[in-house]
């Protein structure tokens, strides 16, 4: 747990704010994202399954983004 809370004290800056993410498929991924003050986007990734999973993210600020998060991991994305 002390790890998944680094990735919002690290990647999350005060005054970002919470967007809203939606999944176009049934998963089992949990996620949430925000704009930071500088105006990037950070989506953060928690897979809990046993099992890796490959997400694909589409932005219309840079297009598509596919990767694996490996089983029981968490991921962050900063664009």
């Known amino acids: 747990m002390f790890y998944h809370l680094g990735h919002f004290s690290k990647f999350v800056p005060p005054g970002s704010r919470r967007i809203k993410v ?3 498929n049934k998963t ?3 996620f949430i ?3 930071t003050p500088q105006s990037h986007t950070v ?19 840079v297009g598509v983004i596919t990767d694996t998060i490996p089983s ?4 962050t994305y900063i664009w």
């Open 28 to 30: 089992s991924l949990e």
């Open 33 to 35: 994202g925000f704009v």
């Open 43 to 61: 989506m953060v990734v928690l897979n809990t399954k046993a099992r890796n999973t490959t997400i694909r993210i589409t932005d219309k600020k």
């Open 72 to 75: 029981h991991s968490i991921q």
């Open 22 to 24: 939606t999944s176009s």
